[in-house]
């Protein structure tokens, strides 16, 4: 009785003759024609054409002031006594005056920015200790080596918080006034994530002390004037890492040049009930920041938002472009139909 010859070469591995192993089974295969494909066309350009000017509406009815403030007025003073690295520890103050033509109605944002900044670094967004800043205590005391060269101060003492990206913090600091007589109101509190304020920022803790007592042993940042748990003298619980201008600085901003939240109007007092009236503001700017040394500029956004964010053109602009080319192709398409396909006739000759 013979044996079964086992099978070997290609035989062996051809797959089964079967429907879904050989590709058979029963697929939609959609037919291309103008009278489907036409349409879509026009119909995406419609859609896109819509969306863009919606959008395009939308961003112009955001009323934005943008003042650039490095060296206008008497801040051309403090311009020039930053350029020498003595006079650091001096403070130096200057005012600048603008006019608001037309109410801004609603809430009103109060942005800080500065160009030519480069947060975006991978050698800057790394010099931080995120476990020093979730409130790690073994953090507070022996940073992460990623904070080189601002681990330790020259006393020895370790740095909190470590890393260049909280020694360079923008400490300039404004004081807004409407008419000479009113002081305007912001609200400088809350104004984070709140995963931010709550969850990837905490204080360090430890049983019965105070939070100076718990930062005891360590020092501020070599370009800081206070300690982290002074950063806020008029609110206590705004000391520390979860103080709001920290956290809002820690988070890297992804461009040269950018803006960050200062303060939101507060709106409870006469006569900002109803949003920033027009008139003249002067603002009193604490001048602090250096930006000479990388040929920047500082300035100071007052803008109202919608629903859509600030006032940025790119995605209404970008539909528009999109419309267009649809419009364009499908245009393209029509004639060439209508030329060479519309009486069933194929240009095969």
């Not at 403090?78 to 001096?90: T, Y």
Request: with cysteine; hydrophobic share 40%; charged share 20%.
């Amino acid at each position: 009785m013979g044996t079964a010859k086992a099978k070997s070469g290609p035989l062996a591995r051809r797959p089964d003759n079967s429907a879904f192993k050989q590709q058979r089974l029963p697929a939609w295969s959609p037919m291309l024609t103008a009278n489907t494909v036409l349409p879509f066309f026009y119909f995406m350009a419609l859609i896109c054409m819509l969306l863009g000017v919606w959008l395009l509406l939308t961003v112009q009815t955001i009323q934005e002031i943008k003042l650039d403030y490095t060296e206008a007025g008497s801040c051309n003073e403090c311009f020039e006594m930053r350029k020498n690295v003595s006079n650091a520890e001096k403070s130096c103050t200057c005012t600048v005056m603008f006019n608001v033509e037309k109410a801004f109605k609603g809430d009103v944002f109060f942005y800080y920015g500065l160009q030519n900044f480069h947060q975006n670094l991978r050698r800057y967004m790394d010099s931080r200790d995120d476990g020093q800043m979730v409130g790690r205590t073994q953090n507070l005391k022996d940073p992460s080596t990623y904070c080189k060269p601002f681990i330790t101060g020259k006393d020895g003492l370790p740095i909190a918080p470590c890393g260049a990206v909280a020694n360079s913090i923008f400490n300039d600091s404004f004081k807004f006034t409407y008419h000479g007589m009113y002081a305007v109101p912001l609200l400088r509190s809350g104004i984070t994530w709140y995963t931010d304020k709550n969850i990837k920022y905490r204080n360090p803790t430890v049983d019965n002390l105070t939070l100076t007592e718990v930062f005891q042993g360590t020092t501020q940042p070599p370009y800081w004037n206070k300690p982290v748990y002074e950063l806020d003298p008029l609110e206590p619980t705004n000391n520390g890492f979860i103080n709001d201008d920290l956290i809002i600085w820690m988070r890297e901003a992804a461009f040269p040049n950018f803006k960050k939240l200062y303060g939101v109007l507060y709106r409870a007092n006469t006569p900002f009930t109803e949003g920033l009236p027009e008139g003249q503001y002067s603002i009193d700017i604490t001048y602090n920041f250096p930006v000479q040394y990388f040929r920047g500029r500082k300035e100071v956004v007052l803008t109202t938002l919608t629903w859509f964010g600030g006032q940025n053109h790119f995605l209404p602009i970008a539909y528009l472009v999109t419309s267009s080319l649809l419009l364009l192709i499908a245009v393209t398409l029509t004639t060439v139909w209508w030329k060479f396909g519309k009486d069933g006739k194929n240009m095969e000759e």
